[in-house]
């Protein structure tokens, strides 16, 4: 306890004390016997053997702990090429092949999308490493889909819709679940560990035709138009999820497994709340993912650092193909996505166990909802990160507040403006009233996305001068759901509420 | 006085990027007066290897932050980081972790 005249104590010293350094006349920590290979946390010396063990099994705990992924379930793994997400596949086929008491029980597909147009690439080095990739997929014999991100021009507006939620598997479910499944290959009479890969071998379940030359234009074009790396990077997300999304429930998956590794996660999180997304964090980067409604994104991979990852790919030979990102050879300030993974990672080398404090703090963030959502089980949702809306329209206390208003000031009053200008050229006289509508519609469309985006996606907007190159199905959404709005609004004193007692009384 | 060495430098993870897509390279570093060490590679590696951009590989007198080094499939880290004294016929893997997911 604090007394009156206490001294504060002298100043940390300004380095910190030199962690001690595990010589290699250690042996492995677990086993007490093998020749450590590996460093992992701070000091802990891991031989071969006992460090497959303890990174097999974090995947196997991280999978057990949430019981989320029932037997028999259909997962798509989301694979880019890269070391997590190839880690991730492998470690599901080496579950997978396992002997029966502990083998994984779900049923797997393998999603990679060619984000080459974003990027910049060629189509020969496209090309080439479509080839590489698909060499790596056949031999992993699950089935799988090889997109485009071009395809994006080609998706419904339905992909924005999130379908009717449904409720969490409880613990008894769960069980019930597992020993029914159990029963089931009990009756069949013996074990088919292998039936699942006969079937995948036949090939890819959809291989998409090279986009057209027009799609892969316009993807080019957007990217082209937006401004700063940081918006590109968001939006790339944000594309890559949605057409991901669209492959799953195209084909039947509920689950989908990123490979997000424990410092991606922990670089995520920081970058996110530099981006004005705190609101989402819980969903952003903990281990599921439910604003999709029907189909729940899972993250097996994010207790594993990416030194972890790195040291098992390479001591176990796991196939990855390399392929340059939208941020490759970027400098560190070229993005907030770039000078937050220098920070943290900087950090990280000095004080060990600033990634594992991030990661534990992400643990625990709740996904509380707020108190008068029960009334409507799903209020106003981004257009585009399909978070709630945690919008309150009244406010204008706050800058989000403050823009909303401002957006509908600008709803209001561009129509009277543009009623004066001249008619575009090639109008018809008695269209012209229909042109002016046209010009005014475009500033129109801009204010009606924005005002259906949370903060961090209407920051992120602010760098693109035009909304016109976004894919379609992004436009009309927006145009479906604000028709909708004005319409409910247009009938709303006709609607008769269900809790309104004075209404009932003078019914009565 | 350290003796000419020979070692194998390996790239990975995308660290090849800056050497050209070279993954592998046989090297052969000359006698000098210093010894060589992880620390003193480094600088050779800069000078006569490293194609563009070195501050994405070294950062200060180490390597930037995100690459892993192994000598010999070993952790650096268990061989003394910079202080580690080079061999003849080591083997040091350089793995950008920083790339892809």
């Known amino acids: 306890m604090c007394q009156a005249g206490e001294d504060y104590a002298e100043p940390a010293p300004r380095e910190p004390p030199p962690a001690p350094r595990p010589g290699r006349a250690q042996k492995c920590v677990k086993c007490k016997e093998g020749l450590p290979v590996v460093v992992i946390r701070a000091g802990d010396a891991f031989c071969r053997d006992c460090f497959k063990a303890l990174y097999v099994h974090k995947f196997r705990a991280m999978l057990g702990k949430n019981r989320l992924i029932f037997p028999g379930e259909k997962v798509l793994l989301a694979w880019s090429g890269g070391p997590s997400s190839s880690s991730m596949v492998w470690q599901v086929l080496e579950g997978l092949s396992q002997d029966s008491a502990k083998r994984l029980r779900f049923v797997p597909g393998v999603v990679y999308v060619d984000e080459g147009a974003a990027c910049g690439r060629s189509p020969e080095d496209r090309a080439k490493t479509l080839a590489e990739v698909k060499a790596v997929l056949q031999n992993v014999g699950f089935p799988w889909h090889a997109v485009a991100l071009e395809e994006v021009f080609g998706l419904p507006p339905s992909v924005l819709q999130c379908s009717a939620q449904e409720p969490a598997g409880t613990e008894g479910a769960y069980k019930s679940a597992v020993d029914s499944f159990l029963q089931q290959q009990h009756v069949l009479g013996r074990e088919q560990p292998h039936q699942s890969q006969t079937q995948a071998s036949l090939g890819p379940c959809s291989l998409a035709g090279s986009p057209t030359a027009t799609q892969t234009a316009a993807l080019c074009r957007l990217f082209d138009s937006v401004r700063t790396l940081t918006a590109k990077e968001e939006l790339l997300q944000t594309l890559r999820t949605h057409l991901i999304l669209h492959v799953a429930r195209a084909h039947g998956y509920s689950k989908v497994m990123t490979g997000d590794s424990c410092t991606r996660l922990a670089i995520k999180l920081m970058t996110n709340l530099a981006l004005g997304r705190g609101a989402f964090l819980a969903w952003d980067t903990g281990f599921s993912d439910e604003r999709h409604g029907d189909v729940v994104v899972v993250r097996p991979m994010r207790d594993h650092t990416l030194k972890e990852v790195a040291f098992y790919n390479h001591l176990f030979a796991v196939p990855s193909v390399f392929t340059p990102a939208i941020d490759t050879k970027a400098p560190e300030k070229a993005s907030i996505h770039r000078l937050m993974e220098a920070f943290i990672l900087r950090l990280q080398s000095q004080f060990p166990s600033t990634i594992s404090t991030v990661y534990r703090t992400s643990e625990k963030l709740v996904k509380a909802p707020r108190e008068d959502c029960a009334a409507s089980p799903s209020g106003p949702r981004c257009l585009l990160c399909l978070c709630t809306l945690d919008v309150d329209t009244a406010d204008s206390a706050t800058a989000f507040g403050a823009q909303t208003s401002r957006l509908s000031q600008t709803l209001l009053s561009t129509p009277p403006a543009e009623a004066g200008t001249p008619t575009g050229p090639g109008c018809m006289a008695g269209e012209g009233q229909a042109c002016c509508k046209t010009a005014c519609r475009r500033e129109d469309v801009q204010a009606q996305v924005l005002e259906q985006l949370c903060y961090g996606c209407r920051v992120n907007m602010k760098d693109l001068p035009s909304l016109d190159p976004l894919p379609p199905y992004i436009l009309v959404e927006a145009q479906l759901r604000s028709q909708r709005a004005w319409a409910m609004q247009e009938i709303q004193e006709y609607l008769i509420e269900d809790s309104d007692p004075e209404a009932e009384e003078a019914l009565a | ?101």
Do not use: C
Not at chain 2, 33 to 58: A, G, M, S, V, Y
């Open chain 2, 1 to 101: 006085m350290a003796a000419p060495l020979s070692v194998e430098v390996e790239f990975g993870g995308g660290a090849e990027l800056l050497f050209d897509g070279v993954k592998k390279h046989q090297v052969t570093l000359p006698g000098q007066e210093e010894p060589w060490d992880i620390r003193n590679l480094l600088i050779w590696i800069k000078k006569n290897l490293l194609k563009e951009r070195p501050e994405l590989f070294i950062q200060g007198d180490s390597v930037r932050p995100g690459i892993l080094v192994l000598i010999n499939d070993a952790d650096w880290e268990l061989l003394g980081e910079l202080d580690y004294q080079l061999q003849d016929q080591d083997s040091v893997l350089f793995i950008s972790t920083l790339h892809g997911g």
